[in-house]
Nanobody, 120 residues
Framework: QVQLVESGGGLVQSGGSLRLSCAAS????????MGWYRQAPGNQRELVAR???????NYADSVEGRFTIPRDNTKNTVYLQMNSLKPEDTAIYYC??????????????WGQGTQVTVSS
């Protein structure tokens, strides 16, 4: 069994910063891509950022230059550093990881979600 546990959400004023963490645990053989999606009320879930095991990154246009996605492979952890936050960044943020357990194929696993609220 594997799981992703998120932390770090909360309430912040516009222009502020937050750092989300997502740690994978369990019987993990390998982790490929890790990343973050978000979903605001009434909106579809959208990709925010992703990072491969080799460190290649992709960002949504709306967060490019404000967010970064560091990753610590020794801790099976991905972060989302969010700077210059805007009210439109308010959403539930979900981490995901494409992971392979021992003896199985590659599957996508999801965290439980963490609320980020940016006040104007």
């Amino acid at each position: 069994q594997v799981q992703l546990v998120e932390s770090g959400g909360g309430l912040v004023q516009s222009g502020g910063s937050l750092r989300l963490s997502c740690a994978a645990s369990g019987s993990i053989f390998s982790i490929n891509v890790m990343g973050w999606y978000r979903q605001a009320p009434g909106n579809q879930r959208e990709l925010v950022a992703r990072i491969t095991s080799g460190g290649a990154t992709n960002y949504a246009d709306s967060v490019e230059g404000r967010f970064t996605i560091p990753r610590d492979n020794t801790k099976n952890t991905v972060y989302l550093q969010m700077n210059s936050l805007k009210p439109e960044d308010t959403a539930i943020y979900y981490c995901y990881a494409d992971m392979q357990r021992y003896g199985t194929g590659l599957y996508t696993y999801w965290g439980q979600g963490t609320q980020v609220t940016v006040s104007s």
